[in-house]
């Protein structure tokens, strides 16, 4: 029950057995269209370029970054957590002239903030996360992709932490790359990033597919610059999986088969239901901890759905909670990171782990660990208050 | 029974299938512990800096290059196959001065040609593909390294195709960073790049970890460039697998489990019988492919182990034969690239492919095929070939 890894859903842990085939065999060609098709609706979009990336979800990240910045772009990235500081990182290390503006965590940009951020850096790139597990909250996306497309601005978010347990519409919010991983909603391992890319998009990457020493117009000005990664140049991982099928890194295939199986999972129960379901479980998680007596941390407006974060007591030492947790209960909830480190636990209620079960059992667990701790909890005020959402809701 | 991928062994399928931990759990500090420890074993090096790169293997060399190489360095890259200009347009992409020399594919350097062009080059990097699947052939390392690490010259080594099916000895041989994968000789799927540096390889990329604007000496001039990807940052992967245990990227849990299957059945059978084991089954298939009266492509007296060049005899269409024997008998078996594309046909025997079984099998099935495709093959001579082989190996 931590902000992800989680635990994954035994469809996908088996799906990682079955026999590998050869990466040019005719099965393995079906298998990646299906994919593809298969994540178009995970993504919400119509995008050719919808296709894996063999890694983690940062491999997704800087796959998309390194293959649309070139060297000198000017990049805006607005950050409001971790995720943001590792946006700004990777463009800056893609050689961007990188600017930010910043939000306290726990808080999302008003939309108007980054759009005059957009009007006066008038970057070639805005990099945004859309939910940042590190403060819990999600930044809505939607005005700020439009105001993008009015200016010719490419759009990229990092949708590792949000897609399938909150609202994502890649086309209708006017994205232009998107990225993500398996192990949160999609309820797989890390290890597999899917990534969307507009067509928008692919014309940029495509205008840098030469490896040479830079592409010059007719007054010998460099125009383009080669990607700088091979592994990660969406170029030519793009024909890999298009239809010229050419060769490029063995293509990882037991990971393959465990991001199908992540998005038949989420396309079989259709992606609103998905999103209806953490936001139920979730709902019902913020709703028993406040029964405990426990303080939420942040924007609960713009709460993710699939992570809380929880004020740790005063007078609690949050590190031995959580071992107790792990320890007796077998339950692993999560620490945090920068100005929230040992002020708030963050509880993940996501992909297999977006139940009733198990937010029942973690709030009857936390109970008695907060009590032994020291603490002082109503008792019973956890599952009371899960239970009081669900039926509310129901 | 092509060059890779191949048939994982089932025990790696089946590891992929274990419940998932958190990366901070206590128990997956100790899986990597183990895994660590179990490729000092398979790479026979006692490097501490001995761990797994999330990513296929070209995501381990390009790791490598990226942390070792910083833009300007003078890289030498002998050439003698496909994999050889891999490793050129890698390095060209991180910004080195790439020279090369090269080889007639299928043949390999003598060490004296490559050590003459160290002297003549003077590189701070030699990067040298081991056993390149593309041409069948390994390069003899020994000499070469000893010459690196006489000159104070970092020896870089790509064993995707070689390791667990030939001799190899990464502290005995002066190898200061070699990468694998685990689809060849270890029988495992693609997806995961173990890797080993040694303590002057870390030292190298331990100077290059801030990631300012660059290190300035007392005058101001720049003494060190950071790594250019967050990703492939060795520094930072170092630290998340060393005893800091800093956050990185979120580990591919499933592909470590893989992974480190993959190093105990190795381990378990010894790296020097595995060796053995293709030496016996790679023989067997070559001299069954000389019975069917077929001719051998390339250097065999410096032929990897684990996988056999073949000319397509005149007449057959390559192509028909590779796609007969997979739709009638389900064996895969390799085309070729290059200055080899149309002429041979590559068959592998590794990993957990490499057994008498699939040795007769795909002989007995190649026989058949030919025939029909109007070859004139001897009855039963592949069989006999490769029995009349095993029998004199005993």
């Given at each position: 029950?931590?902000?992800?890894?989680?635990?994954?859903?035994?469809?996908?842990?088996?799906?990682?057995?079955?026999?590998?085939?050869?990466?040019?065999?005719?099965?393995?060609?079906?298998?990646?269209?299906?994919?593809?098709?298969?994540?178009?609706g995970v993504?919400r979009?119509?995008?050719?370029?919808?296709?894996?990336?063999?890694?983690?979800?940062?491999?997704?990240?800087?796959?998309?970054?390194?293959?649309?910045?070139?060297?000198?772009?000017?990049?805006?990235?607005?950050?409001?957590?971790?995720?943001?500081?590792?946006?700004?990182?990777?463009?800056?290390?893609?050689?961007?002239?990188?600017?930010?503006?910043?939000?306290?965590?726990?808080?999302?940009?008003?939309?108007?903030?980054?759009?005059?951020?957009?009007?006066?850096?008038?970057?070639?790139?805005?990099?945004?996360?859309?939910?940042?597990?590190?403060?819990?909250?999600?930044?809505?996306?939607?005005?700020?992709?439009?105001?993008?497309?009015?200016?010719?601005?490419?759009?990229?978010?990092?949708?590792?932490?949000?897609?399938g347990g909150n609202e994502?519409?890649?086309?209708?919010?006017?994205?232009?790359?998107?990225?993500?991983?398996?192990?949160?909603c999609?309820a797989?391992?890390?290890?597999?990033?899917?990534?969307?890319?507009?067509?928008?998009?692919?014309?940029?990457?495509?205008?840098?597919?030469?490896?040479?020493?830079?592409?010059?117009?007719?007054?010998?000005?460099?125009?383009?610059?080669?990607?700088?990664?091979?592994?990660?140049?969406?170029?030519?991982?793009?024909?890999?999986?298009?239809?010229?099928?050419?060769?490029?890194?063995?293509?990882?295939?037991?990971?393959?088969?465990?991001?199908?199986?992540?998005?038949r999972l989420l396309v079989e129960e259709t992606m609103s239901v998905a999103v209806e379901r953490h936001a139920l479980h979730g709902?019902?998680?913020?709703?028993?901890?406040?029964?405990?007596?426990?303080?939420?941390?942040?924007?609960?407006?713009?709460?993710?759905n699939?992570?809380?974060?929880?004020?740790?007591?005063?007078?609690?030492?949050?590190?031995?909670?959580?071992?107790?947790?792990?320890?007796?209960?077998?339950?692993?909830?999560?620490?945090?990171?920068?100005?929230?480190?040992?002020?708030?636990?963050?509880?993940?209620?996501?992909g297999?782990?977006a139940r009733?079960?198990?937010?029942?059992?973690?709030?009857?667990?936390?109970?008695?660990?907060?009590?032994?701790?020291?603490?002082?909890?109503?008792?019973?005020?956890?599952?009371?208050?899960?239970?009081?959402?669900?039926?509310?809701a129901?």
């Amino acid at each position: 029950m931590g902000p992800g890894p989680i635990t994954a859903d035994p469809r996908v842990l088996r799906a990682m057995s079955a026999a590998l085939v050869g990466q040019y065999d005719p099965a393995m060609t079906a298998y990646m269209a299906e994919t593809q098709e298969l994540y178009r609706g995970v993504f919400r979009t119509a995008n050719a370029a919808t296709l894996l990336v063999d890694g983690t979800s940062r491999a997704g990240i800087e796959a998309a970054l390194v293959s649309l910045i070139e060297p000198g772009d000017r990049v805006l990235v607005p950050i409001f957590g971790r995720f943001g500081f590792l946006l700004q990182e990777i463009a800056a290390r893609c050689g961007a002239d990188v600017h930010t503006i910043e939000r306290e965590w726990g808080t999302v940009f008003p939309p108007e903030e980054v759009i005059a951020a957009l009007d006066a850096v008038q970057p070639k790139l805005l990099a945004l996360v859309h939910g940042d597990t590190s403060t819990t909250v999600a930044q809505p996306l939607a005005e700020i992709g439009a105001a993008c497309q009015e200016r010719g601005v490419l759009f990229y978010t990092d949708v590792t932490a949000s897609l399938g347990g909150n609202e994502f519409e890649t086309d209708a919010w006017g994205v232009d790359a998107a990225t993500a991983g398996l192990q949160k909603c999609l309820a797989g391992p890390s290890g597999s990033s899917p990534i969307t890319l507009s067509d928008r998009a692919v014309a940029v990457i495509a205008a840098r597919k030469s490896i040479e020493a830079g592409i010059r117009d007719a007054d010998s000005q460099v125009v383009a610059h080669p990607i700088r990664s091979n592994y990660f140049d969406l170029g030519q991982i793009l024909d890999y999986w298009g239809e010229k099928r050419l060769n490029h890194h063995t293509e990882a295939t037991s990971m393959l088969y465990a991001a199908r199986e992540c998005a038949r999972l989420l396309v079989e129960e259709t992606m609103s239901v998905a999103v209806e379901r953490h936001a139920l479980h979730g709902g019902a998680m913020a709703a028993g901890l406040a029964g405990l007596g426990l303080e939420l941390f942040g924007d609960q407006d713009h709460r993710m759905n699939n992570v809380i974060g929880v004020f740790i007591p005063a007078g609690v030492e949050g590190e031995a909670v959580r071992g107790a947790l792990l320890a007796d209960y077998a339950i692993e909830i999560g620490t945090s990171f920068g100005p929230l480190h040992g002020r708030i636990w963050r509880i993940g209620v996501m992909g297999y782990n977006a139940r009733r079960d198990t937010v029942l059992t973690t709030l009857a667990a936390l109970e008695q660990v907060l009590r032994r701790a020291g603490a002082a909890v109503p008792a019973g005020g956890g599952v009371d208050g899960a239970l009081a959402y669900y039926g509310s809701a129901e």
